[in-house]
């Protein structure tokens, strides 16, 4: 069974990688001129799978370590392989995870609404909140109820029902709208990869993540992906009222 939904998986990750692709950080940039200067052919491929990393101060041990590359092979968007299915959406996606009243929601649970989907764990203090205060400025700004915002946790050991509950009682999300998700480990690494999001645990517990907003329409196809932080959200916002039946 495991394996069926992991080639599943593999044909929703090429179906969603046909997105445009995110301008390279600084940090990647800097990756690959180190890459450059060394010449050493072992650490530019190495420093090529961290350029698409998340944007921590964990690159460098990322790159060096093979494992860690490794895990970053597990999410990249894959390239197109034989057989995949161009026409899958994640609406799709089998996976069946929890919210904070531990009810089991699905992805085809948002059919006919348009959803912003992010990933993010509880605990952390940096880019979490920032995906997080993002998601709010871009759901108020569109302000319809048509909108859905789905975000799943990294961290479903510590991410109880509880603690998600206290989450969203403490930032204000409308429960009708914001779903606060968490899933097995599997789970969570098939949403992953099929948004192409990188993320892996660290020693300390935390997790090094990237940084990704993605707009879904109705039927769960990508089509908007809003990468980093700080930038501005207008196209995510316009597009998203599009969807919504409202004014861009």
């Known amino acids: 069974m495991r394996s069926r939904t992991n080639v599943w998986v593999l044909s929703l990750a090429v179906a969603l990688a ?6 390279p950080t600084a940090e990647a940039t800097e990756h690959a001129e180190h890459a450059e200067a060394t010449e050493h052919a072992e650490h530019a491929e190495a420093t090529e799978h961290a350029g698409h990393a998340a944007e921590t101060n964990e690159h460098a041990e990322h790159a060096a370590d093979p494992h860690a590359d490794h895990a970053a092979h597990d999410h990249e968007p894959l390239p197109v392989l034989e057989g995949a299915d161009p026409t899958a959406t994640l609406h799709d996606l089998p996976t069946v995870f929890r919210d904070p009243e531990d009810q089991e929601v699905s992805f085809r649970d948002f059919r ?6 992010a990933m993010f ?3 952390c203090t940096t880019v979490c909140p920032l995906i997080l205060h ?14 859905r ?3 799943a946790t ?11 509950r206290a989450l969203r009682t403490e930032r204000g999300m409308d ?28 020693p300390d517990g935390e997790f090094a993540h990237s940084a990704l907003i993605v707009l879904l329409d109705g039927e769960g196809h990508v089509v908007e992906r809003h990468e980093g932080l700080g930038r501005p959200l207008d196209a995510v916002i316009a597009r998203a009222r599009t969807l919504v039946g409202g004014s861009p």
Request: hydrophobic content about 40%; charged content about 35%.
């Open 18 to 23: 046909g997105c445009d692709e995110p301008a």
């Open 112 to 117: 006919g609404h348009p959803t912003l989907v």
């Open 121 to 123: 764990y509880g605990s």
């Open 134 to 147: 993002d998601l709010a400025r871009i759901d108020e700004a569109v302000a319809s109820d048509r909108l």
């Open 149 to 151: 915002v789905a975000v």
């Open 154 to 164: 990294f961290d479903p050991e510590r991410d109880t029902a509880e603690r998600l």
């Open 175 to 202: 429960a009708a709208r914001w779903k606060l998700l968490r899933g097995d480990e599997d789970g969570t690494r098939d949403l992953a990869m099929s948004l192409g999001i990188q993320y892996r645990k660290l």
